[in-house]
């Protein structure tokens, strides 16, 4: 559902009240620290019931507030809230509360685009991972189901270690074993799915006469089946019984942007990694669309900002086809350049909205 | 007024109960004649002492050994796994099974300090062993610790002779054994797989 109107009330430092939104593109302009990003992590807490930027759901309150909320009302008058109040958050749809948020994703999932997705383009392979996840989940239920079992299990296995309780552990490789392959074989298809959209997407924008592609590392290799993994997690026993923890596994996977001569990251220039971020989050929202059949939500928090014009262009020539989609800019950006009909544009100055 | 204050005080702490149900309740309290509040704290206050843990099962039960346990209608040779004792009052209610039960009182969770010596499991296995039993249905739920159980009992019955299947079920989602509707209990009595 696209949002035609977003409601606030002592959420960060937006003024309390309704923002209308009903056009397929808003623009939000004002100089930093005014609300702008503000007003995209409200969208995207409708999206998904939590920040995008993690921290705590107190830390939203605004001035210390304790309590706060937001809802969003579609065209159709179908609406979705978020409130939290002393601690507790509840998630409603049309009024009805949500009990899980993996729901969520099968509602409006918004794909956003943020300074912070250099890490995944840098290379902490704990931060791909959470793209990588992240891709699965927003199409596939049964992927966070997945990923919950295996964490589950492997806290209790690594608590297991730490108890020394042998009987117990057969058991617990078992379980890591089964969901853990499971992720690792779901990782693997998203990962050449992925390939496929990201190399083409990347070198359109990039420019750079080679094919940077995506490549999957996984932990346990994909020939390995559950009786090796078990051989494989028994025979490292002492080891890991020595450290505490678990030491080979899904949570040890990582992914690799790979060209011609190997680890494209360890050479890329600064701008180019950027860029590269900026095209896993195309991919991610075409990966979406192409998967689900519907189109994301998009949400460009101040990204275009240190492109080049040829580059910001390129990128806005492959930005995919959007449900409605929400950008920021700085007042000295040429944003005029990229409003179509009916886009709507605010200025914003200390949290409240005044469109133009 | 202190007295209505204790009250709200301990019905909020009942599951699915906040403090303006439990205020509604201590005025309903307050309404009603005294002979049906006489009785409601007398039936409140005597449950623990008239229901018990069968001996056998572990199942709630006022006379011990429990109904199933003592009815000749029931098959000994088919033997039903469950967590909790209430599980058994939702299973029978799906009126598909036909067997006995077995009470584990809780799931194996490294992670809150529960080892399989919590579970009764020595019981379990001498039940199996010395009476006959042909299967054993593990219907923990559907959540990482009711897995791990499930493959613990398999375990500790290797060699017993018994067959050990589970409730038909996917991943582990955190389903609740206390939410399964009655058709839906039935179907995967039905489609029982092996572990
Ligand atoms: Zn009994």
Redesign the interface.
Known sequence: MPFSRIESVSFRNLADGAIQTEAPSVFVVGENGQGKSNFLDAVYTLCYGSSFRGGQDADAGRDGERSWSLRGVGPDGSSCAVAWESGIKAIKEDGKPVRDRKRLVERNPAIVFCHEDMEFARGEPERRRFFFDQTASLVSV?YI??LR?YR??L???N??LK?R?L??L???D??VAS?GI?LRDERAAIAREFDERFAPRFESVARLGQRVGVSYRPSWRLDEGSDDVVARLAAARDRELALGTSLSGPHRDRFVFTDDSGDFSDRASTGQLRLLSLTLRIAQAEHYAGVSGRRPTLLLDDVLLELDPEKRRRFMEALPEAEQSFFTFLPGEPYRDYQRDGTIVYWTDDGRFTRT | MKALDDLVGILARLPGIGRKSAARIAFHVLKSDDQYVALLAERIGSLKEKVRFCSVCGSYTEDDPCEVCSSPMRDRSLVCVVEQAQDVLTIEASREYRGVYHVLGAL????DGI??DALRLDRLVARVRDQGVSEVVIATNPT??G??TA??IK?VLEGSGARVTRLATG???GGDLEYADKLTLARSFRGRVAL
């Open positions: 049964g189901d997945l079992a589950r299990a806290k209790a296995r608590q297991a108890d309780s009987d117990v057969e058991v617990l078992l379980q969901y499971g | 194996i969770s490294p992670l080892g399989p990482v610790e897995d791990t493959l613990y375990k991943i582990p989602v």
